[in-house]
């Protein structure tokens, strides 16, 4: 009796921790996706990085301009532009719609990036 | 992009005033250089040829100057410039303003008969020669062609 008694605790015990670790692990997971890989774009040596970024709807993206030449962050379809961004200067733009938003420098064509909003 | 892609290169947005800076560029330190030989050798053929290359570099700075606003007003939408921007702006109009003056100074001379030209044009085509410079080397620097990758 006292053995299946035992048994009965452990096994109970057994689920109990099967599920909160599950469970835990359902929460890290919904958090996860929930929070967005990245919000920066770092501008440096005419290029954007990431070029490509995939971010939840509602992220709000931060560029910083570390390159010694002056840039811009203007958005092809118009959604978005920044002024001229000079060293250490930011521009942020938050994406409520989903959709792919491609963006150029305005100062230099060639450099092009990609928001893609989920 | 093909390199004898010639619709491609003439409608590229905000390249046309790369390219066509080169011509001010190369044809006043060239009349510098031609107006130093002929002072140097008293050859007129050299005067000449300087009066020509000058010529030329001023008339070659109007569609440079036009082609640069365009670009500050439609690629930048008029923003105020600050920082290599508006040294590059303020530089490159001093220079053309430099360049018309030499460019005056040969052509009043070249009226009166070509001989007597002031010795006062040395040091405003030395200033010339480096006001070009220093523009040029700060455009490149914007348009990153002095990029290391």
């Given amino acids: ?118 | 992009m093909h390199p004898f892609d010639l619709k491609a290169a003439l409608l590229a947005k905000h390249a046309q005033h790369v390219v066509l800076i080169h011509f001010p560029i190369a044809l006043f330190i060239a009349g510098v250089a031609f107006d130093f030989l002929a002072q140097w050798t008293k050859q007129r053929i050299l005067a000449a040829a300087a009066y020509c290359n000058l010529l030329a570099a001023a008339v070659a700075t109007v569609p440079v100057l036009i082609t640069g606003i365009l670009a500050w007003q439609w690629q930048l939408e008029g923003q105020r410039l600050k920082g290599i921007l508006l040294m590059h702006l303020v530089l490159g109009g001093a220079s053309s303003l430099l360049i018309w003056g030499v460019c005056l100074i040969h052509l009043r001379a070249q009226r009166k008969g070509g001989d007597i030209l002031p010795g006062y044009r040395w040091p405003i085509e030395g200033l010339g020669v480096a006001l070009v410079t220093l523009t040029g080397h700060l455009g490149g620097f914007l348009s990153g062609v002095n990029l290391s990758n």
């Fill in chain 1, 1 to 118: 009796m006292r053995r299946s008694v035992s048994i009965a605790v452990l096994v109970g015990a057994l689920a109990i921790g099967i599920g909160t670790i599950g469970a835990g692990q359902r929460n890290f997971l919904a958090s996860a996706q929930q929070k967005p890989e990245t919000t920066e774009v770092k501008i440096d040596n005419f290029s954007f990085g990431p070029a490509t970024l995939t971010v939840p709807a509602g992220t709000t993206i931060t560029w910083t301009n570390r390159d010694d030449i002056p840039h811009t962050v203007v958005s092809t379809d118009g959604v978005f532009k920044s002024k001229v961004l000079d060293t250490d200067e930011k521009f942020t733009f938050t994406f409520s719609k989903a959709g792919t938003y491609p963006y150029f420098c305005s100062i230099h064509p060639k450099m092009t990036g990609k928001v893609i909003v989920q």
